[in-house]
């Protein structure tokens, strides 16, 4: 049973760029939640998909933005990189049924260095 | 505000004896909570959940208490050994009116523990 898969797993951009990191759900998983985690802080929560729709957003701005795919998988996407945005991004699975979430716990990946120099 | 306190020090202890870490929390009313271990450079891994009116959890060596007056939980490794050297995370979880849950981290707190 595969467990939350991410890429890439290290990655270097300039200020300025354009990134898309990307999430493989945990099997019989259907939800995805990404968080941004600094050095040295847990991680923040940025949004969640489900039914390829965006259904909760942290305090990230509109720079940060996402997309899931009828598979389930799904997209990070960070324009207009800042130094600030440098971090590991970590993808989370679970399962909602019923509109509800159904799982009490977030599977977590190993996540995305990003270094933006 | 709200806020989420974890030790920020390292916490060093021998090996054998029981570490504990805590975790703080202001202006937050929690549905529950969660300890999760992160090792450097990888993603959370979860290890206990508490619901808010449970008093106290456990699983082998590990233990976690959850006072919602003190707005408190103590997560405890006993008889530790050097592998449960890592840093842990509390989480508290939230449960929108939409029936999502939502994750709020602490920053963590790194256990080291020497033999």
């Known amino acids: 049973d595969a467990g939350v898969t991410q890429s890439p797993t290290h990655l270097i951009k300039t200020r300025g760029q354009q990134v898309t990191l990307r999430c493989s759900p945990k099997?019989?998983?259907?939800?995805v939640s990404w968080y941004q985690q600094a050095l040295g802080q847990g991680p923040q929560f940025i949004f969640q998909?489900?039914?390829?729709?965006?259904?909760q957003r942290g305090n990230f701005p509109d720079r940060f933005s996402g997309h899931q795919f009828p598979n389930y998988s799904s997209e990070l996407n960070v324009n207009a990189l800042l130094l600030g945005d440098s971090a590991l991004y970590l993808c989370?699975?679970?399962?909602?049924?019923?509109?509800?979430?159904?799982?009490?716990?977030?599977?977590f990946g190993p996540g995305t260095r990003l270094t933006v120099l | 505000s709200q806020k989420i306190e974890q030790n920020s020090e390292a916490l060093n202890i021998q090996e054998g004896k029981t570490a504990t870490l805590t975790c703080n929390y202001t202006?937050?009313?929690?549905?529950?909570l969660q300890w999760y271990r992160q090792d450097p450079g990888r993603g959370p891994v979860f290890l206990l959940l508490?619901?808010?009116?449970?008093k106290e959890k456990r699983k082998e060596r590990l233990k976690v208490t959850f006072d919602t007056t003190l707005k408190q939980s103590l997560f405890h490794i006993t008889a530790s050994q050097p592998a449960d050297s890592a840093t842990y995370l509390c989480?508290?979880?939230?449960?929108?009116?939409?029936?999502?849950?939502?994750?709020?981290f602490g920053a963590g707190t790194r256990l080291a523990v020497h033999p």
């Open positions: 989370a699975s679970s399962r909602t049924s019923g509109g509800r979430t159904s799982t009490d716990t977030q599977y």
């Open positions: 998909y489900y039914e390829e729709e965006e259904r």
């Open positions: 099997s019989g998983h259907d939800t």
């Open positions: 202006n937050y009313s929690p549905a529950y």
């Open positions: 508490i619901r808010e009116n449970e």
């Open positions: 989480a508290l979880v939230f449960l929108d009116s939409g029936g999502y849950n939502k994750l709020i």
